[in-house]
């Protein structure tokens, strides 16, 4: 069981080539329950998810192209190019989830509006790890697209409160003619100091 952990750490990798082909569903709630088993301080568990697949897609797309047009500043044309390369960017997977932080909602006691960020990301990390058991391929985006008022408008955050879109997880079954993404093992010791 202990080894399985690593092993799962280890080989998970951002995966940005998936088939064009439906995820099963019950695979896309597994891995969501995965992601909210996440630790939160005072369990305010914030991670919020939205998860676009097949059509559902273009209602983000149209968010995302709308968002990129508002914050382009060139020409009427120029805009509308913009727009739809970033359209585009919705379908580069059969499953789109968005991940934000729902913050401050708890009636009882809330923590300061990081920590409900740091859960969920926590959580997109969960969801990422997950994913890999199952064999799918996922990456997290980010990007100006994850500030755009359309989008947030799209999801209902109350940025007044602080809701935090953290990113886009891509998800799909990973194209098997596509290149294994490499990572060197990190040199743990570049990251620690003990204190003993
Ligand atoms: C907060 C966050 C934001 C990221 N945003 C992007 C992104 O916008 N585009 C992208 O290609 N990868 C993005 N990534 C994925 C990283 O590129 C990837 O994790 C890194 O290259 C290490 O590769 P690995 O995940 O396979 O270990 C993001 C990762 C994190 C944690």
Known sequence: ??????????ERRSITKVLDEPVERTAIERILTAACWAPSHYRTYPWRFTVFEGEGRHALAEAMAMGAADRHDGS?????????????????APVIITVHAAVGRSKFKNP????DIAATCAASQ??????????LGAIWRTGDVVNYPTVQELLKLDVQA??????YVYVGHPDPEADQPLRPAPKVN??????S
């Not at 069981?1 to 280890?10: G, H, P, Q, S």
């Not at 300061?112 to 920590?115: F, I």
């Open 1 to 10: 069981m202990t080894a399985e952990i690593y092993k799962n750490i280890t």
């Open 76 to 92: 009427p044309s120029e805009k509308e190019e913009k727009a739809a390369m970033m359209y585009q960017k919705a379908f580069r």
């Open 112 to 115: 300061p509006t990081w920590e």
């Open 126 to 135: 969960n969801l990422l790890l997950a994913a890999s058991a199952e064999g």
């Open 162 to 167: 602080g809701d935090t879109i953290l990113g």
């Open 190 to 195: 570049d990251f620690v100091t003990y204190i």
